[in-house]
């Protein structure tokens, strides 16, 4: 196993794209770290998962507000698209 300084050592040596690519991966395994605590967090409290997806699903209730969507014009626009 890398010792942290041998791999700063290694990131140092790359181009600063792929140093970039490194970063970003960083972030993504703090950003996944994070929000498994805040559900392990949720669910030593007394909320469950059940309850946590749904209020992720209520949180987006909004985005559709206010545009004509409908099952016939989706199928009018899929179907559109698929004859090009």
Known sequence: MLSLEAAIEKIKQLPPKEQQEVFKFIEFIDFKNQQESQIENSVFS??????LEQEN????????????????SLRKQVWREESK
Do not use: M, P, V
Request: glycine letters at 10%.
């Open 46 to 51: 007394g909320q469950t998962t059940e309850k």
């Open 57 to 72: 699903f209520f949180s987006l209730a909004g985005i559709w507000e206010n545009r004509e969507i409908d099952i016939h």
